[in-house]
């Protein structure tokens, strides 16, 4: 899901929210553009995993910061995780951590660390769907894990069209257009 400029929570401002889990009880995704201030390295060793590599650490949402989740890309699942779309994996057993990493090709490339979610509660995400708050796209490992996330969210919206091209170029807050 792509936040539309004129979505006025800041948690959200230029995101673009991989939706893990949908469902009538609610609504779970990870915000996958807005890189945290540490290091994933910092938190993965205060629990002994063992750290060949230097980790991203990504905002998910406003809801449990203190609480990580891990997107990995693959070809295969890894049980204890979930698949999200295509070749996308979620997860947040620490205790698989391991089996994860030992599975990819390339873990620097191919995992992402988040604190926190994006979480709607039974028929919020929708009446935010309706209010033209998000915009939507297929999800696509290029987006998730893109070595540039500032890129993330323009990429997202031109992905969209010739149409929507113009949200890129809006400001911030509609209020100084």
């Not at 609480?67 to 693959?74: A, E, G, H, V």
């Not at 209010?131 to 996330?149: P, Y």
Request: a negative charge.
């Amino acid at each position: 899901m792509i936040a539309n400029p004129v979505l006025p929570d800041p948690n959200f401002s230029r995101t673009v929210v991989l939706l893990c889990n949908h469902d009538e009880q609610g609504s779970f995704g990870l915000v996958v553009n807005r890189p945290a201030e540490l290091d994933a390295t910092e938190i993965l060793e205060s629990i002994n995993f063992p750290c060949s590599t230097e980790y991203g650490l990504y905002i998910g949402g406003p809801v449990s910061p203190s609480q990580m989740f891990y997107l990995y890309r693959s070809s295969k699942a890894v049980l204890g995780t979930d698949r999200v779309c295509d070749d996308i994996y979620v997860g947040m057993r620490l205790d698989m951590l391991t089996e994860v990493v030992e599975s990819l090709e390339d873990p620097k490339r191919d995992i992402r660390f988040y604190v926190g979610y994006s979480g709607w509660g039974a028929g919020q995400l929708e009446g935010e769907m309706e209010r033209k708050s998000w915009l939507t796209c297929d999800a696509t490992s290029e987006f998730v894990f893109h070595d540039d996330e500032s890129r993330i969210w323009s990429g997202a919206v031109k992905s969209l069209g010739e149409e929507y091209a113009y949200l890129v170029n809006a400001p911030i807050n509609p209020q100084w257009n």
